[in-house]
C-alpha cells in the first residue's frame, strides 16, 4: 500500500466522522485504514487508494460530514513518504484474521441422536 495516497477527514464529533468514513468508501474504491480520536473533540478518518480515488472521496466525505457536524480539515498526500507510513495504522484487512469454522461434520453426528 506505500504507493497509494492518503486521505485525511478532521472533524469535531464522532457523527461526523462516521458520516465522512460512509460517504468515502461509498463514493469511490478507497479503503477506510481507521479512525484516530486526536482529544478535544476530534476525530481524524484516513482512507488510502489511488490519488483520484482518494480526493474524489475525500471530496464526498467531507461535504456529507459538514451536513451533520464540523469539518476542521481535509487534505490528500499523493505519497506518503516510507517513514510516514511506519506511523499510519493498517487496514482492517490487512490486521484482522479470518476464522473460518466448518460445522458440516456435527450436523450429521447431531441427528442421529
Not at 458520516?19 to 478507497?30: G, H, Q, R, T
Not at 472521496?57 to 505519497?79: L, M, N, Y
Not at 495504522?89 to 479470518?98: L, N
Request: hydrophobic share 45%; aromatic share 0%.
Amino acid at each position: 500500500m506505500s504507493s497509494d495516497a492518503l486521505g485525511l477527514i478532521e472533524t469535531r464529533g464522532l457523527i461526523g466522522s462516521i458520516e465522512a468514513a460512509d460517504a468515502m468508501v461509498k463514493a469511490a474504491n478507497v479503503v477506510l485504514v481507521g479512525k484516530e480520536q486526536v482529544g478535544g473533540g476530534l476525530v481524524t478518518v484516513m482512507v488510502r487508494g489511488d490519488v483520484g480515488a482518494v480526493k474524489a472521496a475525500t471530496d464526498a466525505g467531507a461535504e456529507s460530514a459538514a451536513k451533520v457536524g464540523e469539518v476542521i480539515s481535509v487534505h490528500v498526500i499523493p505519497r506518503p513518504h516510507a517513514e510516514v507510513e511506519a506511523i499510519l495504522p493498517r487496514p482492517a484487512s490487512q490486521t484482522e484474521k479470518t476464522l473460518t469454522l466448518d460445522f458440516s461434520a456435527d450436523e450429521g453426528e447431531d441427528s442421529a441422536e
